[in-house]
């Protein structure tokens, strides 16, 4: 599946999380703004890439078994940021993640 199969998804509230926003950043990146407490932060986030690496069942001789790479930037580590800088660094984050220079929990 690529891009051209890819549809588009609107800006979104995720279930179970109040004041948080999904949306689609590319093609293959989704990116989640959320607040979470900080103990619970690292295990909510690996339930989330739990949840996605699901196997899902095309038809009945298909199935799609995504991979999913995690960032995330906490405002506090990242003092005098805005949005945007915030998001940078989540996509730092994402990209040592994906290229295995750093370990997601």
């Known amino acids: 599946m690529g891009p051209k199969s890819s549809s588009p998804i609107p800006s979104a509230r995720p279930r179970g999380c109040p004041g ?3 949306a689609r950043l590319s093609d293959d990146e989704f990116g989640v703004a959320v607040r979470l407490p900080a103990p619970a932060a690292l295990e909510e986030l690996a339930a989330l890439r739990d949840q996605l690496q699901q196997p ?3 038809d009945h001789s298909r199935i799609l ?3 999913v790479s995690i960032g995330f930037a906490r ?3 990242l003092p005098g940021e805005d949005p945007s800088g915030l998001l940078r660094g989540v996509d730092k984050a994402m990209y040592e993640v ?3 220079r750093q370990v997601f929990p």
């Open 56 to 58: 899902l069942a095309l």
């Open 20 to 22: 948080a926003c999904a």
């Open 75 to 77: 405002a506090g580590d």
């Open 65 to 67: 078994k995504p991979s």
């Open 98 to 100: 994906k290229t295995a």
